[in-house]
């Protein structure tokens, strides 16, 4: 696990500068404290940061061939390194390490760009060629490992944070409106985009090559959901075969040469990775979990996480946070992040994060189980949608204006613009907004709402509901969120959270074998009457507590709103305010203030709204002010 940065000169005629590359280093220390390393040649500068997991002394990075005409650097883990280098071998290779970013270069030589195909895990890599003198760079299926590139026309830069790009003087620090439209309305910024001008992600399952021609970019992995899992075999073969993949999955993400634990949230997925870990460790396997206390302990879900903890004799720690935590973290928090996730959960992510970092350097996840099986309320919801299609719209606008009036019904307002929704992509859009169409547009500012798509988010999801396969509803559901929601929210946090501790944290229910027989079961084997994951709960049934198989899901739910009104309520009024807002000249004042006042007296919930404002301003104050500098953590 590492950080990774470069540059290319592929058009320039200049060398590559060192020293730039060193820089970008130093801006993401904190993926890799272990160890640092270089390599220049000519055109091109080739960096990297290690948090050593596996191989601690011979895994110094960036690693090469035989002959040294081919060059790795990698981010991330590819849990069958000792088969391929195993296979390697055997085809006369030589592998000097038992690292598994040395398999890269010698896969390359035998199988060129196609070697992404072989690899099983998370990563975002960069490869120099220097025969052709060419790069490869590539990013993992689902898009565990981020990868951020920018073009100048003759240079290109890359790293494993925003902030590394930043670092070379080529690449500009403006925001871009259309991407900020777009977190306004999704809550996270989806790939290729991102909230800096000339800053873009590469999107999971893609490769880039550059040359002397220019870089060229392509999509090598694209998830099918046509319907071969579940053809022919009864509900308790399929049992069988997704309690073996889980099984694999959880087994092969165990290699290491670190101490390591899991993040248990008490949630079904953590849960089911705790269990199977257990399986296979001698020794009880440490688990980290944050909750609420006081007024809030009706949110904490540590009482489920204690219960799997008890059931498999773990080596348990816990951490209440509270107001306090979001007015000191915060800041911090969005330096890290790159660019805002208005996603509440970033927060006891990242907290819980620091603790796993006090006893472990790695840790095991339960992220993607919702992405696979239909974990999420919309799922179920959304079958509603041809019902409600009969309901006349009057009727329905009517039952969403007095919805409005009531602040404790935000899920129910949720629920009701979305089946309100005759397109596809709309209603996708409607069930998991930050801001509904009617809100976006009264909260841009009027100038550059002339300048701005405010649909743009509607034409990212009907973008990917064209590209998928998926023919069912569920499934295109499961589709869009798989590609959009799953890497640029729920992976982005976690890697970015994780990665602020020193912490390297897996997600095993994300192993592609599994997440392509899960995507090709029927959606029967999902969702099936009131019950969202079917399968998995039938499979996992008798390795949990049953209030943790049976009771419903809750997300990771977070006090914020009360937290803005109370305790925290001067921190957001400091940086959200008349004059902050007016001074970026994004946001319409009026609609800020009405948000806040209606907050404030208890008219509405617009805790998640404020939270994503609020950090928005922090994030212009960490990364576009004058006296931003990005080389020094917040706080």
């Not at 909230?195 to 090559?209: D, I, W």
């Not at 999801?461 to 929601?485: K, Q």
């Not at 970015?496 to 229910?509: C, F, G, I, Q, Y």
Request: with cysteine; aromatic share 6%.
């Amino acid at each position: 696990m590492c950080g990774i940065a470069g540059v290319f000169e592929y058009a320039s005629g200049r060398a590559a500068d060192a020293s730039v590359v060193g820089a970008m280093l130093a801006s993401i220390v904190h993926r890799g404290p272990d160890d640092r390393g270089l390599h220049v040649d000519r055109e091109v500068a080739l960096g990297s940061r290690r948090l050593a997991i596996i191989d601690i002394a011979g895994g110094h990075q960036p690693m090469a061939n035989e002959d040294g005409s081919v060059v790795a650097v990698c981010n991330g883990e590819i849990y069958n390194y000792r088969e391929l280098a195993e296979r390697l071998r055997r085809r006369g290779h030589r592998i000097a390490t038992t690292s598994d970013t040395e398999v890269l270069v010698h896969l390359y030589e035998d199988l060129g760009d196609d070697l992404v195909h072989e690899l099983r895990g998370m990563f975002a890599f960069a490869l120099w060629d220097a025969k052709r003198r060419r790069l490869l760079v590539a990013r993992d299926r689902v898009g565990i490992k981020p990868l951020y590139l920018v073009d100048t026309g003759a240079r290109l830069v890359f790293g494993s944070e925003i902030k590394a790009v930043l670092q070379d003087p080529s690449v500009g620090r403006e925001l871009n409106p259309d991407a900020l439209v777009r977190l306004l309305a999704l809550k996270y910024v989806p790939a290729p985009r991102t909230l800096f001008e000339g800053v873009q992600a590469l999107p999971p399952g893609h490769l880039l090559t550059c040359d002397s021609r220019g870089p060229v970019q392509r999509r090598w992995w694209q998830l099918s959901y046509l319907p071969e899992t579940g053809e022919g075999r009864s509900e308790e073969e399929l049992v069988l075969r997704l309690a073996d993949l889980l099984d694999d999955a959880v087994r092969s993400h165990l290699v290491s040469d670190v101490p390591f634990g899991a993040l248990l949230s008490g949630g079904l997925d953590s849960s089911t990775v705790v269990a199977l870990m257990a399986r296979h460790l001698a020794n009880p396997v440490k688990t980290f979990a944050v909750g609420y206390g006081g007024d809030d302990a009706s949110l904490s879900e540590l009482p489920y996480a204690r219960l799997v903890a008890e059931r498999y004799g773990t080596d348990h720690h816990e951490l209440v946070m509270t107001a306090s935590d979001l007015i000191e973290q915060l800041p911090r928090l969005v330096w890290h992040l790159d660019q805002p996730i208005v996603d509440e959960a970033c927060l006891p992510n990242h907290l819980v994060a620091a603790l796993a970092a006090t006893h472990v350097k790695m840790v095991l996840t339960g992220e993607g189980g919702d992405e696979l099986f239909a974990g999420y309320a919309r799922y179920s919801g959304d079958r509603l949608s041809p019902f409600a299609r009969r309901v006349p719209a009057a009727l329905l606008s009517l039952m969403v204006a007095g919805a409005d009036q009531l602040p404790r019904l935000r899920r129910a307002k949720l629920a009701l613009r979305a089946l309100a929704e005759p397109d596809e992509a709309r209603r996708l859009l409607a069930w998991f907004p930050l801001a509904h169409d009617d809100v976006l547009g009264a909260l841009v500012d009027p100038v550059l709402r002339q300048e701005v798509d405010l649909g743009g988010a509607e034409a990212d999801i009907a973008a990917e509901l064209a590209r998928t396969d998926a023919r069912e509803p569920l499934s295109r559901m499961l589709a869009v969120d798989t590609a959009l929601w799953l890497p640029d929210d729920l992976l982005a946090r976690g890697d970015k959270t994780s990665m602020a501790a020193s912490l390297e944290a897996r997600v095993p229910l994300l192993d592609h074998p599994l997440v392509e027989f899960a995507a090709g079961l029927p959606p029967s084997m999902k969702l099936r009457g009131r019950t969202r994951k079917y399968l998995l709960r039938k499979t996992v049934e008798p390795w949990l507590p049953p209030a943790v198989v049976h009771r419903p899901k809750r997300g990771f739910p977070t006090p914020v709103s009360s937290w803005l009104r109370g305790e925290a309520s001067e921190f957001l009024h400091d940086h959200v305010n008349e004059a902050t807002v007016r001074r970026r000249g994004l946001l319409h004042w009026p609609t800020v203030a009405r948000l806040l006042t209606e907050h404030d007296r208890r008219h509405a919930d617009h805790g998640p709204m404020l939270f994503g404002l609020l950090s928005l301003e922090l994030w212009h104050e960490a990364y576009l002010d004058a006296s931003a500098r990005t080389e020094v953590v917040p706080g």
